[in-house]
């Protein structure tokens, strides 16, 4: 099965609340950290909603 890695890339202090809890959600805490996931719709759905936060990339 398939990895997400999730990378944040930009912080969260002026985003709104909702997209600051779904990057929490996903484990990340600060600028630089990366975390892998199962590719699963969850968290492909939870790195959509803060795409501009967060890049996602494949991993095997």
Not at 36 to 52: C, I, L, S, W, Y
Request: a positive charge; charged letters at 30%; hydrophobic letters at 40%.
């Amino acid at each position: 099965m398939a990895q997400l890695k999730i990378t944040q890339i930009k912080s969260t202090v002026a985003e709104k609340p909702h997209v600051r809890s779904t990057v929490k959600a996903l484990g990340l805490k600060r600028i630089g950290d990366v975390v892998t996931k199962p590719d699963r719709p969850e968290f492909r759905g939870m790195a959509q909603a803060a795409r501009h936060v967060v890049t996602m990339e494949e991993v095997k």
